[in-house]
T-cell receptor
Framework: NAGVTQTPKFQVLKTGQSMTLQCAQD?????MYWYRQDPGMGLRLIYY???????DKGEVPNGYNVSRLNKREFSLRLESAAPSQTSVYFC???????????FGQGTRLTVV | QKEVEQNSGPLSVPEGAIASLNCTYS??????FFWYRQYSGKSPELIMF????GDKEDGRFTAQLNKASQYVSLLIRDSQPSDSATYLC????????????FGTGTQLKVEL
C-alpha cells in the first residue's frame, strides 16, 4: 500500500513556465486536497475535491488549477509560475466528511 | 482572526517531562479535531483525532477537547528527544465540507 504518492519530489521552474504536479492515492478515499506550506504560514489549502467530479477553491487558489481525473488522481497545475509560488506542496486524501487526512511526501518547488 | 491558532514556540521541555501543546479555533460549530506531527523536511503524519468533549488517550499522547472554550490540546507524557518536531492542529469547520484547516504549528524541542 503506497498511500498518497506525489510526483515529482523536487522541481525548479523559471518564471512563466508551466507544470503539473501529480497526486494519486490507493486508499479508495473520496476527498483529496492540495496544500502549500511556507515558513511561518502553516499549511494553506489551495484546492480540494470532496468527491470525484467536484473541485472547490481553498484559501489560496489564485495562480493554480486542478483536475480530479478520477477517484484516485488529483493534479495541480501552475499555468505561469511566479517566484511567489516557491513552496512545498502537499497532496492529501481523506475518506470523507470530518475524517482525517493522509499526506503524500511533498513536492519542493522553486521558481526562479 | 485566524481560524486555527497555535503558539509557534519553540516549546522546550526536558526529557521525561510532560509537553502541553494548545490550539484554539474560531468556528464554534467545528466537529472534528486532529493533531499532526511533522519532522523537518517530512510530511505531516496523524497522531491523534478527537470528536467529543473530554480526553482521549493513546499511549503517551492525550488529546483534550473543550468545545465551550473552543480549544483543543495535546499532552505528551514522558517526552523523548524523538518527539522533537512541529505539531500541527487541524480542524474541520462546520459547513466547510471536507476541508481541514491547519494552524501554523508549534515547534517542540525535547532536551536531554
Amino acid at each position: 500500500n503506497a498511500g498518497v504518492t506525489q510526483t515529482p519530489k523536487f522541481q525548479v521552474l523559471k518564471t512563466g513556465q508551466s507544470m503539473t504536479l501529480q497526486c494519486a492515492q490507493d486508499m479508495n478515499h473520496n476527498s483529496m486536497y492540495w496544500y502549500r506550506q511556507d515558513p511561518g504560514m502553516g499549511l494553506r489549502l489551495i484546492y480540494y475535491s470532496a468527491s470525484e467530479g467536484t473541485t472547490d477553491k481553498g484559501e489560496v487558489p489564485n495562480g493554480y488549477n486542478v483536475s480530479r481525473l478520477n477517484k484516485r488522481e488529483f493534479s495541480l497545475r501552475l499555468e505561469s509560475a511566479a517566484p511567489s509560488q516557491t513552496s512545498v506542496y502537499f497532496c492529501a486524501s481523506s475518506p470523507g466528511q470530518g475524517a482525517e487526512a493522509f499526506f503524500g511526501q511533498g513536492t519542493r518547488l522553486t521558481v526562479v | 482572526q485566524k481560524e486555527v491558532e497555535q503558539n509557534s514556540g519553540p516549546l522546550s521541555v526536558p526529557e521525561g517531562a510532560i509537553a502541553s501543546l494548545n490550539c484554539t479555533y474560531s468556528d464554534r460549530g467545528s466537529q472534528s479535531f486532529f493533531w499532526y506531527r511533522q519532522y523537518s523536511g517530512k510530511s505531516p503524519e496523524l497522531i491523534m483525532f478527537i470528536y467529543s468533549n473530554g480526553d482521549k488517550e493513546d499511549g503517551r499522547f492525550t488529546a483534550q477537547l473543550n468545545k465551550a472554550s473552543q480549544y483543543v490540546s495535546l499532552l505528551i507524557r514522558d517526552s523523548q528527544p524523538s518527539d522533537s518536531a512541529t505539531y500541527l492542529c487541524a480542524v474541520n469547520p462546520a459547513g466547510g465540507g471536507n476541508k481541514l484547516t491547519f494552524g501554523t504549528g508549534t515547534q517542540l524541542k525535547v532536551e536531554l
